[in-house]
């Protein structure tokens, strides 16, 4: 599966090439794609964004934020929209006072977007999230920086983009206290068109224009850092060690603590511990992805032929007496006998049934296979393979 999460964002930054990227620009620089010098199959497709966001009227409407830098008064505040015209004229509302439109979690309504920030998840072993920022002519946000580190893909219309050029301070994902707002300093400005594509590290102070009515979609995550792997070892010895599990009294227990770190420092040491710990943590962290969408219709007989569907992720770990095989929004307990077999169907792009190994009886080998279509991670192969 990594080979394909490779390929797929490969493809998004091309001609970037993905090693270059992370050798130059991951956490150090902004990187600026225009359209017209990408060269993947993932450059933005023919939909036109604008519908694509208002049929998700009845999901999306109630659930708006927004910014604005200069706002002409109050935004009207998120409410239910019983069609897209109706969904159409509260973003007109919240244009009307000077604010630009904030649509989380809407890669779904852009099948692209969700493969790329799916792939970005296994890659980076961290979610990503989605958003669309939907402005009109003129609107603008403040000089900020972002938590994340972000792409942004133009959809429509323009924006102009204001990037300081000052090293990225790799914020915390909290506002220390005190912080005062950042001041953007030597910049660059970048204008952005349809299919241009932003690299943004996180902490890097910027602000926006728009230029003519604009969407744009943002994609965003925080990478696994050196604290992040610190505190996957701590969560692991904390299953191994009760005492980290009991309440801790203020001011009674710095003896405990004292004894805590040593396990750690000891167990720090050891790479198959942080291997585990870090397998762990990305278990749980798939497990908590959203549901993998799952088909209502019951196949008259087995395929013989399944891949994974286009969002699939897993993660499989042993234990003692049973296969956890993590996937998005559930953890699927299996008898440790099909350990070969499991594995084989979290790493196979594509297959056919009778190429699982371990040697399972076939009966058992299509059981096996229905679960994992009844779960959505595995698809018939009969249709097209989007994005593979």
């Not at 942080?274 to 798939?286: D, G, H």
């Not at 190429?355 to 018939?380: C, H, K, M, T, Y």
Request: glycine fraction near 8%; proline fraction near 9%.
């Amino acid at each position: 599966m990594q080979d394909r999460a490779r390929r797929i964002v490969a493809d998004m930054l091309a001609p970037q090439s993905l090693d270059d990227f992370f050798a130059r620009h991951f956490e150090r620089s902004a990187l600026f794609v225009p359209a017209g010098q990408r060269t993947g199959s993932a450059r933005t497709g023919a939909e036109d964004p604008e519908m694509a966001l208002l049929a998700a009227y009845k999901t999306d409407a109630h659930n708006l934020t927004s910014h604005a830098a200069d706002p002409a008064g109050p935004p009207p505040g998120p409410r239910r929209a019983v069609s897209r015209a109706d969904y159409r004229s509260l973003v007109g509302d919240y244009h009307a006072q000077g604010h630009t439109v904030r649509i989380p979690a809407c890669g779904g309504h852009f099948p692209h977007i969700a493969r790329f920030a799916r792939a970005l998840t296994e890659l980076m072993s961290v979610p990503v999230e989605t958003a669309a920022f939907w402005s009109a002519e003129g609107a603008k946000a403040p000089v900020h920086y972002d938590d994340e580190d972000l792409f942004a893909i133009q959809m429509h219309g323009r924006k102009r983009w204001f990037v300081s050029t000052a090293p990225p301070r790799l914020p915390n994902p909290w506002r220390q206290i005190g912080e005062r707002p950042p001041e953007l300093g030597s910049h660059s400005v970048i204008d952005m068109a349809p299919g241009d594509l932003l690299y943004v590290p996180r902490g890097t102070p910027h602000y926006v224009i728009s230029t003519t009515d604009s969407i744009h979609l943002s994609v965003g995550f925080s990478p696994l850092t050196v604290r992040d792997a610190i505190v996957a070892m701590i969560d692991q010895l904390a299953d191994l060690h009760r005492p980290l599990r009991e309440t801790f009294a203020s001011g009674a227990d710095g003896s405990r603590i004292a004894e805590g770190l040593s396990l750690l420092t000891q167990q720090a040491r050891n790479p198959r511990f942080l291997q585990a710990a870090l397998a762990s943590r990305t278990s749980r962290m798939i497990g908590k992805l959203p549901k993998l969408e799952q088909s209502t219709a019951k196949p008259d007989a087995p395929p013989s032929r399944v891949r994974q569907a286009d969002l699939a992720i897993a993660s499989v770990l042993k234990t003692a007496d049973i296969i956890d095989f993590s996937q998005p929004g559930t953890h699927i307990l299996i008898h440790p006998g099909a350990e070969e077999a499991v594995r084989f169907i979290a790493e196979t792009d594509e297959f056919w049934v009778d190429e699982l190994p371990g040697g399972l009886a076939p009966d058992v080998r299509n059981a096996l296979v229905a679960q994992f279509i009844g779960s959505g991670f595995l698809v018939p192969a009969d249709g097209p393979a989007a994005g593979r």
